[in-house]
């Protein structure tokens, strides 16, 4: 019988960044990075339906702007919801990113299926506070 290590860190899982702006991106890559995650980014919703729907498990958590071409984060949100949905799986955590600190912003985000919500810009203690809140497992 092989019995697992406790004490063996499992690997994290990989983070979809959908970001437009390639700065931001770019930026939000080194910090998720330099925290060990592997990152997977696009720039735009449809890209980002479309990988999540080519590979649905290969994602643990996904950063999701809110503003971006070709589909906006609310309709690429609800779009990743609507394929769970119709497969029974368990909802992956989405992340509002955005620059707006609007509140019908916040209010949107959670009605497109979307879990939580940070305003850039987005500095790594915030960014690693957030992914953990919604990584760790639950202490029950």
Known sequence: ???SDPFVEKPKPMIM???DNPINQKLTVVQLSRMGYSVHAVANGKAAVEAFLKNPNAYG???MDCYLPLLDGFTAASE???FEHSRGR???PIIAVTASPDPSDQQESLQSGMDDYICKPVG???LRTTIERWLSPQVG
Do not use: T
């Open 1 to 3: 019988m092989i019995l």
């Open 17 to 19: 960044v959908v970001e």
């Open 61 to 63: 958590l996904v950063l």
């Open 80 to 82: 990743i919801r609507k």
């Open 90 to 92: 368990s909802p992956v």
């Open 124 to 126: 790594q203690k915030q």
